[in-house]
Protein backbone atom coordinates (compact mmCIF):
# COMPACT_ATOMS: atom_id res chain seq x y z
CA UNK A 1 0.00 0.00 0.00
CA UNK A 2 2.77 2.32 0.60
CA UNK A 3 4.31 1.56 -2.55
CA UNK A 4 1.10 2.38 -4.81
CA UNK A 5 1.12 5.59 -6.71
CA UNK A 6 -1.85 7.73 -6.87
CA UNK A 7 -2.62 9.31 -10.25
CA UNK A 8 -2.49 12.96 -10.46
CA UNK A 9 -5.97 14.82 -11.16
CA UNK A 10 -6.62 15.44 -14.83
CA UNK A 11 -5.62 18.98 -15.98
CA UNK A 12 -9.14 21.40 -16.48
CA UNK A 13 -10.45 21.67 -19.95
CA UNK A 14 -9.40 25.07 -21.10
CA UNK A 15 -12.46 26.72 -23.17
CA UNK A 16 -11.77 27.07 -27.03
CA UNK A 17 -11.40 30.57 -28.01
CA UNK A 18 -14.26 31.82 -30.91
CA UNK A 19 -12.81 32.72 -33.90
CA UNK A 20 -14.23 36.71 -32.96
CA UNK A 21 -12.36 36.24 -29.82
CA UNK A 22 -8.83 34.67 -32.01
CA UNK A 23 -9.14 37.75 -34.76
CA UNK A 24 -9.52 40.36 -31.81
CA UNK A 25 -6.08 38.69 -30.45
CA UNK A 26 -4.34 39.00 -33.96
CA UNK A 27 -5.71 42.95 -33.82
CA UNK A 28 -2.64 44.79 -32.49
CA UNK A 29 -0.91 48.00 -33.16
CA UNK A 30 2.48 46.10 -34.14
CA UNK A 31 0.45 44.86 -37.52
CA UNK A 32 -0.01 48.22 -39.15
CA UNK A 33 3.52 49.23 -40.62
CA UNK A 34 3.02 45.78 -42.03
CA UNK A 35 -0.69 46.06 -43.68
CA UNK A 36 0.06 49.32 -44.68
CA UNK A 37 2.99 48.47 -46.70
CA UNK A 38 1.26 46.28 -48.33
CA UNK A 39 -1.63 48.46 -49.30
CA UNK A 40 0.51 50.51 -50.81
CA UNK A 41 1.89 47.92 -52.69
CA UNK A 42 -1.62 46.22 -54.06
CA UNK A 43 -2.66 50.18 -55.16
CA UNK A 44 -1.67 49.35 -58.82
CA UNK A 45 -3.97 45.96 -58.51
CA UNK A 46 -6.65 48.19 -56.78
CA UNK A 47 -6.90 51.01 -59.06
CA UNK A 48 -7.48 48.47 -61.94
CA UNK A 49 -10.14 46.94 -60.46
CA UNK A 50 -11.86 49.96 -59.54
CA UNK A 51 -11.74 51.03 -63.84
CA UNK A 52 -13.21 47.89 -64.26
CA UNK A 53 -16.40 48.76 -61.28
CA UNK A 54 -16.47 51.98 -63.05
CA UNK A 55 -17.20 49.89 -66.57
CA UNK A 56 -19.80 48.15 -64.90
CA UNK A 57 -21.54 51.08 -63.82
CA UNK A 58 -21.01 53.21 -66.55
CA UNK A 59 -22.12 50.99 -68.88
CA UNK A 60 -25.62 49.33 -66.59
CA UNK A 61 -26.56 53.09 -65.95
CA UNK A 62 -27.47 53.37 -70.10
CA UNK A 63 -26.95 56.74 -72.02
CA UNK A 64 -26.41 60.18 -71.07
CA UNK A 65 -28.00 62.16 -73.89
CA UNK A 66 -31.42 60.48 -73.70
CA UNK A 67 -33.30 60.16 -70.68
CA UNK A 68 -34.33 56.85 -69.22
CA UNK A 69 -34.90 55.17 -66.33
CA UNK A 70 -31.46 56.25 -65.21
CA UNK A 71 -31.06 59.41 -66.63
CA UNK A 72 -33.69 61.40 -64.77
CA UNK A 73 -32.90 64.58 -62.93
CA UNK A 74 -31.70 63.93 -59.42
CA UNK A 75 -30.44 60.78 -57.72
CA UNK A 76 -31.57 57.66 -59.74
CA UNK A 77 -30.53 54.15 -59.31
CA UNK A 78 -28.00 54.38 -61.95
CA UNK A 79 -26.09 57.13 -59.69
CA UNK A 80 -24.98 55.65 -56.79
CA UNK A 81 -22.63 52.83 -58.60
CA UNK A 82 -20.77 56.22 -60.77
CA UNK A 83 -20.50 58.03 -56.90
CA UNK A 84 -19.10 54.67 -55.74
CA UNK A 85 -16.75 54.31 -58.81
CA UNK A 86 -15.48 57.34 -58.76
CA UNK A 87 -14.69 56.99 -54.92
CA UNK A 88 -13.22 53.61 -55.29
CA UNK A 89 -10.87 55.29 -58.23
CA UNK A 90 -9.69 58.33 -56.13
CA UNK A 91 -9.25 56.15 -52.87
CA UNK A 92 -7.64 53.01 -53.74
CA UNK A 93 -8.15 50.94 -50.68
CA UNK A 94 -11.35 48.85 -50.87
CA UNK A 95 -11.23 48.64 -46.53
CA UNK A 96 -11.87 52.04 -46.73
CA UNK A 97 -13.50 53.07 -49.85
CA UNK A 98 -16.41 50.45 -49.55
CA UNK A 99 -15.23 48.56 -53.39
CA UNK A 100 -15.42 45.13 -51.64
CA UNK A 101 -18.50 45.83 -49.34
CA UNK A 102 -22.30 45.76 -49.99
CA UNK A 103 -24.22 48.89 -52.78
CA UNK A 104 -25.95 49.70 -49.02
CA UNK A 105 -22.96 48.93 -46.72
CA UNK A 106 -22.33 52.29 -44.47
CA UNK A 107 -19.24 51.37 -43.57
CA UNK A 108 -17.68 52.07 -47.09
CA UNK A 109 -16.72 55.54 -47.65
CA UNK A 110 -18.45 55.33 -51.17
CA UNK A 111 -21.67 54.46 -49.96
CA UNK A 112 -22.22 57.18 -47.69
CA UNK A 113 -21.60 59.68 -50.33
CA UNK A 114 -24.06 58.10 -52.12
CA UNK A 115 -26.41 57.75 -49.61
CA UNK A 116 -25.97 61.55 -48.82
CA UNK A 117 -26.57 62.03 -52.33
CA UNK A 118 -29.74 60.73 -52.23
CA UNK A 119 -31.52 62.03 -49.21
CA UNK A 120 -30.25 65.57 -50.63
CA UNK A 121 -30.68 65.59 -54.24
CA UNK A 122 -33.76 63.22 -54.74
CA UNK A 123 -35.45 63.16 -58.04
CA UNK A 124 -39.30 64.44 -58.44
CA UNK A 125 -42.58 63.37 -59.63
CA UNK A 126 -42.61 66.21 -61.62
CA UNK A 127 -39.65 66.16 -63.66
CA UNK A 128 -39.00 62.51 -65.41
CA UNK A 129 -38.25 61.39 -68.79
CA UNK A 130 -41.58 62.92 -71.07
CA UNK A 131 -42.29 65.92 -68.71
CA UNK A 132 -40.29 68.34 -66.38
CA UNK A 133 -42.60 71.76 -66.52
CA UNK A 134 -41.78 74.46 -67.52
CA UNK A 135 -39.42 73.89 -70.14
CA UNK A 136 -39.71 70.36 -71.23
CA UNK A 137 -41.80 70.64 -73.36
CA UNK A 138 -42.43 74.91 -72.76
CA UNK A 139 -45.00 75.63 -71.67
CA UNK A 140 -46.58 78.75 -73.42
CA UNK A 141 -47.33 82.02 -72.16
CA UNK A 142 -47.18 83.98 -75.24
CA UNK A 143 -47.40 80.74 -77.47
CA UNK A 144 -43.89 82.36 -79.08
CA UNK A 145 -41.59 80.04 -77.88
CA UNK A 146 -38.35 81.84 -77.87
CA UNK A 147 -40.65 84.34 -75.91
CA UNK A 148 -41.40 82.11 -73.40
CA UNK A 149 -38.29 80.26 -72.80
CA UNK A 150 -36.88 83.95 -71.80
CA UNK A 151 -39.58 84.44 -69.77
CA UNK A 152 -39.53 81.17 -68.18
CA UNK A 153 -35.71 81.41 -67.64
CA UNK A 154 -36.09 84.12 -65.77
CA UNK A 155 -38.94 83.51 -63.35
CA UNK A 156 -36.78 80.21 -62.73
CA UNK A 157 -33.55 82.57 -61.43
CA UNK A 158 -35.84 84.78 -59.61
CA UNK A 159 -38.05 82.36 -57.88
CA UNK A 160 -40.96 83.03 -59.73
CA UNK A 161 -41.88 79.63 -60.25
CA UNK A 162 -41.29 76.49 -58.15
CA UNK A 163 -38.95 74.43 -60.14
CA UNK A 164 -39.26 71.11 -58.43
CA UNK A 165 -35.71 70.34 -58.78
CA UNK A 166 -34.21 73.51 -57.33
CA UNK A 167 -36.86 73.99 -54.68
CA UNK A 168 -35.86 69.60 -53.52
CA UNK A 169 -32.55 70.05 -53.13
CA UNK A 170 -30.61 69.81 -49.95
CA UNK A 171 -34.07 69.67 -48.19
CA UNK A 172 -32.90 67.64 -45.38
CA UNK A 173 -31.04 69.07 -42.07
CA UNK A 174 -27.80 67.66 -41.54
CA UNK A 175 -29.10 66.73 -37.81
CA UNK A 176 -31.92 64.40 -39.48
CA UNK A 177 -29.01 62.60 -41.21
CA UNK A 178 -26.91 62.26 -38.41
CA UNK A 179 -29.44 60.96 -36.17
CA UNK A 180 -30.83 58.85 -38.74
CA UNK A 181 -32.84 59.86 -41.82
CA UNK A 182 -35.34 57.19 -43.15
CA UNK A 183 -36.62 57.13 -46.65
CA UNK A 184 -40.02 57.24 -45.96
CA UNK A 185 -42.14 57.41 -48.67
CA UNK A 186 -44.41 59.89 -46.07
CA UNK A 187 -41.34 62.59 -46.18
CA UNK A 188 -38.82 61.23 -48.94
CA UNK A 189 -40.29 62.63 -52.45
CA UNK A 190 -37.69 61.11 -54.39
CA UNK A 191 -38.96 57.26 -52.98
CA UNK A 192 -40.25 56.26 -56.69
CA UNK A 193 -38.66 56.22 -60.05
CA UNK A 194 -40.84 58.29 -62.34
CA UNK A 195 -39.92 57.07 -65.57
CA UNK A 196 -40.12 53.43 -64.73
CA UNK A 197 -38.44 50.27 -63.98
CA UNK A 198 -34.76 49.81 -63.76
CA UNK A 199 -33.42 45.90 -64.08
CA UNK A 200 -30.19 44.79 -61.64
CA UNK A 201 -26.80 43.60 -62.71
CA UNK A 202 -23.46 43.57 -62.02
CA UNK A 203 -24.33 43.46 -58.57
CA UNK A 204 -26.08 46.86 -58.60
CA UNK A 205 -29.95 46.90 -57.28
CA UNK A 206 -32.24 48.23 -59.78
CA UNK A 207 -36.46 49.13 -58.60
CA UNK A 208 -38.71 47.28 -57.22
CA UNK A 209 -42.21 47.24 -57.99
CA UNK A 210 -44.70 48.23 -55.37
CA UNK A 211 -47.92 45.92 -55.07
CA UNK A 212 -49.98 47.94 -54.11
CA UNK A 213 -49.70 51.22 -56.05
CA UNK A 214 -47.73 49.65 -58.93
CA UNK A 215 -44.69 52.49 -58.07
CA UNK A 216 -41.28 51.40 -58.78
CA UNK A 217 -39.55 52.07 -55.46
CA UNK A 218 -36.02 53.00 -55.56
CA UNK A 219 -33.66 50.40 -53.65
CA UNK A 220 -32.97 52.64 -50.61
CA UNK A 221 -36.76 53.39 -49.95
CA UNK A 222 -38.11 51.96 -47.02
CA UNK A 223 -34.28 51.96 -45.19
CA UNK A 224 -32.51 54.03 -42.78
CA UNK A 225 -28.97 55.83 -43.14
CA UNK A 226 -27.13 57.30 -40.64
CA UNK A 227 -24.67 60.23 -42.17
CA UNK A 228 -21.44 58.86 -40.32
CA UNK A 229 -17.85 59.47 -41.96
CA UNK A 230 -16.01 57.75 -38.97
CA UNK A 231 -17.35 54.56 -39.84
CA UNK A 232 -15.51 54.25 -43.54
CA UNK A 233 -12.20 55.31 -40.86
CA UNK A 234 -12.56 53.08 -38.25
CA UNK A 235 -13.28 50.08 -40.78
CA UNK A 236 -9.55 51.05 -42.72
CA UNK A 237 -8.13 51.08 -39.23
CA UNK A 238 -9.94 47.87 -38.11
CA UNK A 239 -8.43 46.53 -41.23
CA UNK A 240 -4.68 47.90 -40.75
CA UNK A 241 -4.60 46.34 -36.87
CA UNK A 242 -6.09 42.61 -38.44
CA UNK A 243 -3.46 39.88 -39.37
CA UNK A 244 -1.09 40.64 -42.35
CA UNK A 245 -1.97 37.20 -43.24
CA UNK A 246 -5.62 37.93 -44.41
CA UNK A 247 -4.16 40.68 -46.55
CA UNK A 248 -2.10 39.20 -49.38
CA UNK A 249 0.11 41.29 -51.97
CA UNK A 250 -1.84 41.67 -55.13
CA UNK A 251 0.17 42.53 -58.60
CA UNK A 252 -2.12 43.43 -61.36
CA UNK A 253 -2.90 41.18 -64.33
CA UNK A 254 -2.58 42.37 -67.78
CA UNK A 255 -5.14 40.76 -68.83
CA UNK A 256 -7.70 41.81 -66.34
CA UNK A 257 -6.38 45.15 -67.24
CA UNK A 258 -6.88 44.88 -70.99
CA UNK A 259 -9.76 43.56 -70.49
CA UNK A 260 -10.94 46.94 -67.47
CA UNK A 261 -9.76 49.30 -70.51
CA UNK A 262 -11.72 47.22 -72.93
CA UNK A 263 -15.06 47.38 -71.17
CA UNK A 264 -14.54 51.09 -70.01
CA UNK A 265 -14.37 52.05 -73.78
CA UNK A 266 -17.86 50.26 -74.35
CA UNK A 267 -19.23 51.78 -71.16
CA UNK A 268 -17.82 55.19 -72.47
CA UNK A 269 -19.70 54.43 -75.73
CA UNK A 270 -23.06 53.74 -74.51
CA UNK A 271 -22.88 56.61 -71.64
CA UNK A 272 -21.90 59.35 -74.31
CA UNK A 273 -22.49 58.52 -77.67
CA UNK A 274 -24.31 61.68 -78.93
CA UNK A 275 -25.50 59.97 -82.29
CA UNK A 276 -28.43 58.42 -81.49
CA UNK A 277 -32.29 58.42 -81.80
CA UNK A 278 -33.14 61.03 -79.48
CA UNK A 279 -30.35 63.27 -79.45
CA UNK A 280 -30.26 66.67 -79.56
CA UNK A 281 -27.61 66.39 -81.98
CA UNK A 282 -29.15 63.82 -84.10
CA UNK A 283 -31.11 65.89 -86.27
CA UNK A 284 -35.03 64.50 -87.42
CA UNK A 285 -35.72 60.97 -85.69
CA UNK A 286 -32.05 60.13 -86.47
CA UNK A 287 -33.87 56.87 -88.51
CA UNK A 288 -30.41 57.35 -91.32
CA UNK A 289 -28.18 56.18 -88.88
CA UNK A 290 -27.52 52.46 -89.73
CA UNK A 291 -27.95 50.06 -86.48
CA UNK A 292 -23.32 48.88 -86.41
CA UNK A 293 -23.14 52.73 -85.92
CA UNK A 294 -25.66 52.84 -82.93
CA UNK A 295 -24.07 52.90 -79.28
CA UNK A 296 -25.16 48.99 -79.30
CA UNK A 297 -23.92 48.20 -82.44
CA UNK A 298 -19.92 50.11 -81.87
CA UNK A 299 -20.50 48.04 -78.32
CA UNK A 300 -20.72 44.95 -80.15
CA UNK A 301 -17.88 45.63 -82.63
CA UNK A 302 -16.07 46.89 -79.74
CA UNK A 303 -16.28 43.09 -77.87
CA UNK A 304 -15.70 41.71 -81.49
CA UNK A 305 -11.91 43.19 -81.54
CA UNK A 306 -11.25 40.96 -78.25
CA UNK A 307 -13.95 38.26 -77.77
CA UNK A 308 -14.88 37.48 -74.65
CA UNK A 309 -15.02 40.22 -72.33
CA UNK A 310 -17.51 39.42 -69.64
CA UNK A 311 -18.76 43.31 -68.85
CA UNK A 312 -19.67 43.35 -72.79
CA UNK A 313 -20.98 40.21 -73.16
CA UNK A 314 -22.54 40.46 -70.26
CA UNK A 315 -24.55 43.62 -71.07
CA UNK A 316 -25.08 42.76 -75.05
CA UNK A 317 -27.26 39.42 -73.76
CA UNK A 318 -29.33 41.94 -71.78
CA UNK A 319 -29.89 44.59 -74.22
CA UNK A 320 -30.73 41.62 -76.51
CA UNK A 321 -33.42 40.06 -74.34
CA UNK A 322 -34.72 44.10 -73.57
CA UNK A 323 -33.57 43.90 -69.77
CA UNK A 324 -30.61 46.36 -70.61
CA UNK A 325 -31.45 49.70 -68.74
CA UNK A 326 -31.88 52.32 -71.73
CA UNK A 327 -34.62 54.61 -72.98
CA UNK A 328 -37.82 53.29 -74.30
CA UNK A 329 -39.31 53.40 -77.83
CA UNK A 330 -42.07 55.96 -76.28
CA UNK A 331 -39.24 57.70 -74.48
CA UNK A 332 -37.14 58.41 -77.27
CA UNK A 333 -40.23 59.06 -79.64
CA UNK A 334 -41.12 62.13 -76.96
CA UNK A 335 -37.13 63.25 -76.81
CA UNK A 336 -37.66 63.88 -80.48
CA UNK A 337 -40.96 65.42 -80.75
CA UNK A 338 -39.27 68.31 -77.69
CA UNK A 339 -36.24 68.55 -80.17
CA UNK A 340 -38.39 69.85 -83.20
CA UNK A 341 -39.64 72.55 -80.97
CA UNK A 342 -40.90 75.13 -83.66
CA UNK A 343 -42.01 78.85 -83.28
CA UNK A 344 -44.98 78.00 -81.44
CA UNK A 345 -45.44 76.66 -78.11
CA UNK A 346 -48.94 75.86 -78.10
CA UNK A 347 -49.65 72.90 -77.93
CA UNK A 348 -47.36 71.98 -75.00
CA UNK A 349 -49.31 71.46 -70.96
CA UNK A 350 -49.22 74.02 -68.61
CA UNK A 351 -47.08 73.64 -65.39
CA UNK A 352 -49.24 72.24 -62.42
CA UNK A 353 -50.43 75.21 -60.42
CA UNK A 354 -49.11 74.30 -57.34
CA UNK A 355 -45.67 75.48 -58.49
CA UNK A 356 -46.42 79.12 -58.62
CA UNK A 357 -46.16 80.95 -55.53
CA UNK A 358 -47.71 83.93 -56.97
CA UNK A 359 -49.23 84.87 -60.65
CA UNK A 360 -49.03 82.14 -63.09
CA UNK A 361 -47.93 83.36 -66.56
CA UNK A 362 -49.36 80.44 -68.56
CA UNK A 363 -52.76 81.43 -67.47
CA UNK A 364 -52.15 84.44 -70.35
CA UNK A 365 -51.89 82.13 -72.69
CA UNK A 366 -55.37 81.93 -74.14
CA UNK A 367 -55.46 85.82 -74.08
CA UNK A 368 -52.46 85.34 -76.58
CA UNK A 369 -53.84 82.51 -79.10
CA UNK A 370 -56.92 84.85 -79.22
CA UNK A 371 -54.75 87.55 -80.26
CA UNK A 372 -52.54 85.94 -82.39
CA UNK A 373 -55.75 84.30 -84.36
CA UNK A 374 -57.32 87.62 -84.43
CA UNK A 375 -54.16 88.97 -86.32
CA UNK A 376 -54.65 86.22 -88.73
CA UNK A 377 -51.15 84.44 -87.66
CA UNK A 378 -53.21 81.36 -86.90
CA UNK A 379 -51.39 79.46 -84.35
CA UNK A 380 -52.08 75.65 -83.34
CA UNK A 381 -54.38 75.09 -80.88
CA UNK A 382 -53.92 75.43 -77.12
CA UNK A 383 -53.40 71.65 -75.10
CA UNK A 384 -56.34 70.08 -73.72
CA UNK A 385 -56.69 71.11 -70.23
CA UNK A 386 -56.65 67.57 -68.80
CA UNK A 387 -53.21 66.80 -70.41
CA UNK A 388 -51.52 69.00 -67.51
CA UNK A 389 -53.19 66.20 -64.98
CA UNK A 390 -51.71 63.06 -67.22
CA UNK A 391 -48.58 64.46 -67.39
CA UNK A 392 -48.05 64.92 -63.66
CA UNK A 393 -49.63 61.51 -62.54
CA UNK A 394 -47.59 59.58 -65.04
CA UNK A 395 -45.92 58.12 -62.44
CA UNK A 396 -49.24 57.12 -60.73
CA UNK A 397 -50.41 59.04 -57.80
CA UNK A 398 -47.50 60.06 -55.14
CA UNK A 399 -47.34 62.64 -51.87
CA UNK A 400 -46.57 66.18 -53.21
CA UNK A 401 -43.16 67.14 -53.35
CA UNK A 402 -41.65 69.26 -50.00
CA UNK A 403 -42.48 72.88 -50.20
CA UNK A 404 -44.92 72.25 -52.84
CA UNK A 405 -47.83 74.12 -51.50
CA UNK A 406 -50.74 74.75 -53.84
CA UNK A 407 -51.85 78.58 -53.54
CA UNK A 408 -55.55 79.14 -54.44
CA UNK A 409 -55.23 82.75 -54.94
CA UNK A 410 -52.65 82.35 -57.82
CA UNK A 411 -54.09 78.93 -59.65
CA UNK A 412 -56.58 81.00 -62.14
CA UNK A 413 -59.91 80.37 -63.26
CA UNK A 414 -61.13 76.43 -63.43
CA UNK A 415 -63.35 76.69 -66.35
CA UNK A 416 -61.92 78.73 -69.66
CA UNK A 417 -64.39 80.56 -71.65
CA UNK A 418 -64.55 79.67 -74.98
CA UNK A 419 -62.27 82.46 -77.62
CA UNK A 420 -62.17 80.29 -80.42
CA UNK A 421 -65.33 79.01 -82.73
CA UNK A 422 -65.85 77.11 -85.90
CA UNK A 423 -66.12 79.28 -88.66
CA UNK A 424 -66.47 79.16 -92.46
CA UNK A 425 -63.07 78.69 -94.58
CA UNK A 426 -63.86 81.78 -96.07
CA UNK A 427 -64.89 84.07 -93.10
CA UNK A 428 -62.46 85.30 -90.67
CA UNK A 429 -62.81 83.85 -87.48
CA UNK A 430 -65.01 86.23 -85.39
CA UNK A 431 -64.74 86.43 -81.35
CA UNK A 432 -67.89 84.99 -79.47
CA UNK A 433 -68.87 88.11 -78.13
CA UNK A 434 -68.82 90.46 -81.38
CA UNK A 435 -71.87 91.37 -83.54
CA UNK A 436 -71.90 88.74 -86.40
CA UNK A 437 -73.72 91.44 -88.00
CA UNK A 438 -74.26 95.11 -87.11
CA UNK A 439 -77.41 95.73 -85.03
CA UNK A 440 -77.54 91.99 -83.74
CA UNK A 441 -76.43 90.56 -80.55
CA UNK A 442 -75.32 86.98 -78.46
CA UNK A 443 -77.53 86.20 -75.83
CA UNK A 444 -75.46 87.52 -72.58
CA UNK A 445 -77.09 84.48 -70.55
CA UNK A 446 -74.73 82.04 -72.86
CA UNK A 447 -72.75 79.40 -70.50
CA UNK A 448 -69.14 80.13 -70.51
CA UNK A 449 -67.40 76.18 -72.62
CA UNK A 450 -65.20 74.46 -70.54
CA UNK A 451 -63.48 73.32 -73.77
CA UNK A 452 -62.21 75.70 -76.44
CA UNK A 453 -63.57 74.36 -79.66
CA UNK A 454 -60.39 74.70 -82.55
CA UNK A 455 -60.75 75.21 -85.84
CA UNK A 456 -58.74 72.92 -86.82
CA UNK A 457 -56.90 69.59 -85.55
CA UNK A 458 -53.65 69.35 -82.93
CA UNK A 459 -50.67 69.08 -85.13
CA UNK A 460 -48.82 65.96 -84.60
CA UNK A 461 -45.24 67.70 -85.64
CA UNK A 462 -44.67 71.04 -83.87
CA UNK A 463 -42.59 72.11 -87.30
CA UNK A 464 -45.63 71.42 -89.85
CA UNK A 465 -46.49 73.95 -92.37
CA UNK A 466 -49.81 74.45 -90.89
CA UNK A 467 -48.26 76.13 -88.08
CA UNK A 468 -47.02 79.28 -90.43
CA UNK A 469 -49.45 82.04 -91.37
CA UNK A 470 -49.57 82.62 -95.43
CA UNK A 471 -49.43 86.24 -96.94
CA UNK A 472 -52.62 87.90 -96.58
CA UNK A 473 -54.33 85.56 -94.41
CA UNK A 474 -56.56 86.34 -91.99
CA UNK A 475 -57.72 84.47 -89.45
CA UNK A 476 -59.45 82.00 -91.98
CA UNK A 477 -57.62 79.43 -94.57
CA UNK A 478 -57.88 81.84 -97.31
CA UNK A 479 -56.75 85.45 -98.00
CA UNK A 480 -59.30 88.10 -97.38
CA UNK A 481 -60.30 90.81 -99.44
CA UNK A 482 -60.62 94.37 -97.59
CA UNK A 483 -62.86 97.25 -99.45
CA UNK A 484 -61.89 100.49 -98.81
CA UNK A 485 -58.68 100.06 -99.55
CA UNK A 486 -56.13 100.77 -97.05
CA UNK A 487 -58.12 102.78 -94.71
CA UNK A 488 -60.00 99.36 -94.48
CA UNK A 489 -57.63 97.46 -93.80
CA UNK A 490 -56.68 99.41 -90.99
CA UNK A 491 -60.29 99.75 -89.52
CA UNK A 492 -60.46 95.80 -89.85
CA UNK A 493 -56.98 95.17 -88.19
CA UNK A 494 -58.25 97.06 -84.97
CA UNK A 495 -61.67 96.33 -85.33
CA UNK A 496 -60.09 92.62 -84.38
CA UNK A 497 -57.89 93.42 -81.92
CA UNK A 498 -60.80 95.62 -80.20
CA UNK A 499 -62.98 92.33 -80.63
CA UNK A 500 -60.11 90.24 -79.18
CA UNK A 501 -59.22 92.15 -75.73
CA UNK A 502 -62.68 92.60 -75.78
CA UNK A 503 -63.49 88.48 -75.58
CA UNK A 504 -60.62 87.58 -73.50
CA UNK A 505 -61.40 90.73 -70.76
CA UNK A 506 -65.32 89.24 -70.80
CA UNK A 507 -64.01 85.19 -69.92
CA UNK A 508 -61.55 86.32 -67.57
CA UNK A 509 -64.39 88.48 -65.45
CA UNK A 510 -66.67 85.77 -65.82
CA UNK A 511 -69.03 88.13 -68.66
CA UNK A 512 -69.46 90.73 -66.00
CA UNK A 513 -67.72 93.54 -68.33
CA UNK A 514 -69.90 92.33 -71.61
CA UNK A 515 -72.60 95.11 -71.33
CA UNK A 516 -70.38 98.21 -70.80
CA UNK A 517 -67.72 96.72 -73.79
CA UNK A 518 -70.38 96.25 -76.58
CA UNK A 519 -72.11 99.44 -75.39
CA UNK A 520 -69.10 101.85 -76.57
CA UNK A 521 -69.25 103.85 -79.33
CA UNK A 522 -69.00 101.96 -82.20
CA UNK A 523 -67.37 99.09 -79.87
CA UNK A 524 -68.02 95.96 -82.33
CA UNK A 525 -69.76 97.97 -85.48
CA UNK A 526 -67.65 100.56 -85.89
CA UNK A 527 -64.51 98.86 -87.67
CA UNK A 528 -66.90 96.35 -89.45
CA UNK A 529 -64.92 93.80 -89.14
CA UNK A 530 -67.44 91.49 -90.10
CA UNK A 531 -68.00 93.75 -93.52
CA UNK A 532 -65.00 93.58 -94.37
CA UNK A 533 -64.83 89.60 -94.60
CA UNK A 534 -67.49 89.65 -97.45
CA UNK A 535 -66.18 92.21 -99.30
CA UNK A 536 -68.63 94.82 -97.97
CA UNK A 537 -67.00 97.33 -95.74
CA UNK A 538 -67.58 100.01 -97.07
CA UNK A 539 -70.70 100.02 -94.86
CA UNK A 540 -68.87 99.37 -92.59
CA UNK A 541 -66.70 101.82 -92.61
CA UNK A 542 -69.38 104.21 -93.65
CA UNK A 543 -70.39 103.81 -89.35
CA UNK A 544 -74.21 103.75 -89.90
CA UNK A 545 -73.36 100.03 -89.20
CA UNK A 546 -71.23 101.40 -85.92
CA UNK A 547 -74.58 103.48 -85.00
CA UNK A 548 -76.39 100.18 -85.14
CA UNK A 549 -73.40 98.05 -82.79
CA UNK A 550 -73.93 100.96 -80.45
CA UNK A 551 -78.12 100.81 -80.16
CA UNK A 552 -77.57 97.19 -79.82
CA UNK A 553 -75.08 97.46 -77.22
CA UNK A 554 -77.48 99.70 -74.92
CA UNK A 555 -79.90 97.05 -75.92
CA UNK A 556 -77.98 94.16 -74.23
CA UNK A 557 -77.14 96.36 -71.58
CA UNK A 558 -81.27 96.91 -70.28
Known amino acids: MAGASIAPPPPPERPIASAEVRLAADSSLLNVPANLLIDLINIPNNEVRALDYAAKAFIWSGPWIVVGPTNIWGVDPGDPPKFMSIINLMVPFPALS ?3 LDQFDQTGLGQQVSLFLAAELPVSKYCEANFCPPNVPLSPITGIALVDQNIWNVMLLTGGVRFPLVYNLFQVPLSDLTSGYAFDPAVYPGYANPS ?31 LDLSKPFQNYFNHLMADP ?17 QALAAAQVVAFDPITPGSFLCPGDCSYLPAELDYPGIVRSIGNV ?20 VPTQEQIDSAIKLNQQGFWSFGNPSPPPELFPGFNPSTLAPFFHTLWTALGLNPPPLADPGEETESVDASAPVAPDSQMTTNPSTQGPQDVQSTVTEVPANVAAVPTNADPIAGQTLDSTSKSVGKPMRTTAPPTNMTTEGNKAEPGQVGGSRPTSHGGGPVGVLKSVTSQVSSAFSSVTNGLSGGSSAKSDSGNAGG ?3 AGGTGNAGDTGGTGNAGGTGNAGDTGGRHRAE
Open 524 to 526: TGN
Open 306 to 325: WPGNPVIDAWLASYDNGTAN
Open 196 to 226: GQVYPGFGFAGTTLDPITGEHLMPWTNTTFT
Open 245 to 261: SSNPIQLPDLEEFGRAL
Open 98 to 100: GMD
